[in-house]
């Protein structure tokens, strides 16, 4: 799987998030969702192209590739879980577990995020 820096993950996981909201994604609807101008965001997105995560039409729609998909479903898991180990297993508030997530699900290791998830599966039995 393609390697791409922590910024790089968080466009590519709202290009994903917005189009399962809204079932297509423009620079613009991805600027505004970061909070970020939007020239840096076409200077992400071009990355993005060349890594053939996404197809980027400067106008147009934009498209999430097979590899984009996997690599967002990648990102939005550990974030899940570590939100839900925040949350419900430490009792931190939503916010406060959701923004800790965002900023540890670039660097957390594979196995440590293996290792959570059997903890939560052990005390939170479905």
Excluded: W
């Excluded at 189009?19 to 992400?44: I, P």
């Excluded at 890594?51 to 967002?72: C, D, P, Q, R």
């Excluded at 939503?94 to 923004?99: F, I, K, N, V």
């Amino acid at each position: 799987m393609v390697e791409i820096t922590s910024s790089l993950e968080d466009y590519i996981e709202a290009v994903y998030n917005i189009f399962l909201l809204e079932g297509k994604v423009k620079a613009v609807d991805v600027s505004r969702k970061l909070g970020v101008s939007r020239a840096s965001t076409t200077e992400a997105l071009q990355k993005l192209e060349s890594l053939g995560l996404i197809n980027y039409g400067h106008y147009g729609i934009i498209s999430i590739t097979e590899a984009g998909n996997i690599k967002a479903k990648e990102i939005i898991k550990k974030h899940k879980t570590l939100a839900v180990f925040f949350e419900k297993i430490l009792g931190v508030n939503h916010e406060l577990a959701e923004d800790t997530a965002c900023k540890i699900e670039h660097i957390i290791d594979n196995e440590i995020l293996t290792k959570l998830e059997k903890h939560i599966a052990k005390c939170m039995p479905d």
